[in-house]
């Protein structure tokens, strides 16, 4: 760990990003947030080749912390060595009706972040396939495919975490009708 990025810092900072995130989409409690995170990319290396756990636990904990308090669900991306599975609890996974598969993420087969999730959550599960309502990549994850299908970018003020950029998206019903059609303004 940097002088810079200290655990308590992260943690901080993971924390502080949910919160700012969770308050400008509106995330409502029940709602799903996918997030992908390279611990490598926010401690300056690049994706994949300096995975710590320390910094996948804090950053972790930070957005855990938030998301519990708001009664957000979370799913943890894992990295493209287990196709990029997620780490849910198994609460979220039976409400919505999804297939359980069967792997535990490393940190070098899954990803610190998806290995953090999985020993935080009270009964975790892996499940392939999501759609949620919103997500936040940190360092270049590609977390798009486990969003719903219209996602809208997100600004916060707050554009990295340690050395990783971060990207933020929320998610909106689709427009259909054409020209005629009148559209319910708080959907959007």
Known sequence: MTEDFSL???????YHI??????ITGLRKGQLLVIGCSTS???GHQIGSFSSAEAGQAIFDGMFQSAAAHGIELAAQCCEHLNRALIIEATTAAKRNLEIVNVVPQPKAGGSFATAAYHTFSHPAATEKITADAGIDIGDTLIGMHLKQVAVPVRL????????????????????????????????
């Open 41 to 43: 990319e926010v401690l």
């Open 18 to 23: 949910t919160e700012e995130f969770i308050k």
């Open 157 to 188: 003020s707050v554009s990295t975490l340690g050395n990783a950029k971060v990207v933020y998206a929320r998610t909106r019903p689709k427009y259909i009708g054409g020209e005629r059609a009148h559209y319910n303004t708080e959907l959007s």
């Open 8 to 14: 308590d810092t992260l943690k901080n900072q993971a």
